[in-house]
């Protein structure tokens, strides 16, 4: 398997922990979001992935983008451990704060919204730290209430699943923005047990081979 993605990107983070939990080897094939105006946007990479956007999945024949399809595709082909509970309402729920995070937190301090703000619109740096700060602690607040529902030693009970794979890349985040998450403790409990395993340390962007 080959993983496009980049050190700091929070979905790329995200499949480097799924396949650490799932023990497979892949080769980590790093597309600079930055150097020489985005790697992302060259003709090479846009022929394997249109939206310019990473992480892209190959296995074998399959090429695939989106966090949460590579993940649950990863979770099919390689069933053990589980991601994802068996019981439907569950698993339903765990997909719920998943996507919570993935689609309604993330994108809104994406680099390519933060790149726009800057750039396009000439949002003063100010004006672009309280837009993350209020978008983060929006999220995270309504995370902390559902977490302290349902967690255990992680988002769901004790067992480790897509919701806090999701998790802890928002977190570093949110840490790296500066941001105070002093009022989520739930959230931080489980950012810190995630971290004491070996799946979630050696996928950390910091111990990637195009670490800056």
Not at 16 to 43: C, M, T, W, Y
Not at 139 to 154: K, Y
């Amino acid at each position: 398997m080959k993983l496009y993605g980049y050190w700091r990107s929070s979905a790329a983070y995200r499949v480097r922990i799924a396949l650490n939990l799932k023990q497979l080897s892949f080769e980590n094939l790093p597309v600079h979001l930055v150097k020489n105006g985005g790697e992302q946007h060259s003709d090479s990479y846009k022929a394997l992935n249109p939206s310019e956007l990473v992480p892209t999945l190959v296995d074998g024949d399959i090429s695939l983008n989106q966090s949460l399809a590579i993940i649950e595709y990863l979770d099919e082909m390689y069933p053990k451990p589980a991601l994802l509970p068996q019981d439907v309402a569950t698993k339903a729920k765990v997909r719920a704060l998943a996507l919570d995070i993935a689609c309604d937190i993330h994108p809104l301090n994406n680099l390519r919204v933060l790149q726009y703000l800057s750039g396009t619109l000439a949002v003063t740096d100010a004006a672009k730290a309280d837009w993350i700060n209020h978008w983060l602690h929006s999220g995270f607040t309504a995370l902390e209430q559902r977490l302290s529902q349902s967690a255990g030693q992680f988002c769901f009970g004790n067992e480790v699943t897509l919701a806090d794979i999701c998790l802890v890349p928002q977190v570093y985040n949110a840490l790296r923005f500066a941001q105070d998450m002093s009022a989520f403790p739930t959230v931080m409990a489980i950012q810190h047990n995630c971290q004491q395993l070996a799946a979630f340390a050696l996928a950390a962007p910091e111990q990637q081979p195009d670490a800056q």
